[in-house]
């Protein structure tokens, strides 16, 4: 079993940063595909952005160009970094974990095995 839980989600004007953290444990994140889903009110959950075990990552369309997602395996971390934030960007950030070897889907919520309980991102205008 993994557990991840998120961290760093807040209050911000439009245009400003964010960055959220995602811890693991239970076991080393280092080959799981892990991913970052939104969550708006009265909206589907969908996704943002996934990194694979080397490095290899991808966006929405919505995101790319202002957010980053990155990995520390040593610590069994993942990271969003957000930038030039949009009050479209409102909503439940969430950490995802794929289990290794899956090969299910990055971009679906049923590709993924593990979910922290999110964390909230709210973009002023």
């Known amino acids: 079993q993994v557990q991840l839980v998120e961290s760093g989600g807040g209050l911000v004007q439009a245009g400003g940063s964010l960055r959220l953290s995602c811890a693991a444990s239970?076991?080393?994140?280092?080959?799981?595909?892990m991913g970052w889903f939104r969550q708006a009110p009265g909206k589907e959950r969908e996704f943002v952005a996934a990194?694979?075990?080397?490095?290899?990552?991808d966006y929405a369309d919505s995101v790319k160009g202002r957010f980053t997602i990155s990995r520390d395996n040593a610590k069994n971390m993942v990271y969003l970094q957000m930038n030039s934030l949009k009050p479209e960007d409102t909503a439940t950030y969430y950490c995802a974990a794929q289990r290794p070897k899956d090969g299910s889907s990055w971009y679906q919520v049923t590709g993924y095995n593990y979910w922290g309980q999110g964390t909230q991102v709210t973009v002023s205008s």
């Open positions: 239970g076991r080393m994140i280092s080959s799981y595909v």
């Open positions: 990194i694979s075990w080397n490095g290899s990552t």
